[in-house]
């Protein structure tokens, strides 16, 4: 007879599953992190870039800190932001789902646990 703990365990993936998410999961989060990093310093180069260049002057001044946050922080310069925040939206999002995948694996762990203790019990 086939044992609740037993359809759980036929279920749950082998330890070579688990490391090789966590392996995915490590990847993701360095890439997070250099992507992040990236934005920043163009972040940066591009505010130094329209505090300077007179190209961006209003009315012959540079333009306020609340104006770049507004106009340019979220684009960029001729929108070179634009695409590094997509990619940033898309390894977030596979990043949390890896995340959620290893969350139900370590529950199917933890159920299959409880179940085979259960059944210990009952005998």
Do not use: C
Not at 36 to 62: C, D, H, P, Q
Not at 81 to 96: D, F, I, K, M, T
């Amino acid at each position: 007879m086939e044992t609740n703990a037993k359809k759980v365990l036929a279920a749950l993936p082998d330890w070579d599953d688990f490391s090789k998410l966590a392996g995915e999961i490590k990847k993701l989060y360095v890439y997070r992190m250099k992507l992040e990093n990236e934005i920043r310093a163009l972040e940066s180069e591009n505010f130094k870039t329209v505090m300077s260049n007179s190209k961006y002057f209003v009315n012959g001044k540079a333009v306020s800190v609340s104006y770049y946050e507004n106009a340019y922080k979220h684009t960029g310069l001729e929108n070179n932001l634009l695409n590094l925040r997509g990619e940033l939206s898309e390894v977030v999002a596979l990043l949390e789902m890896n995340r959620s995948q290893f969350e139900i694996y370590r529950m199917m762990q933890e159920l299959h646990k409880t179940l085979t203790y259960q059944e210990k019990n009952m005998v």
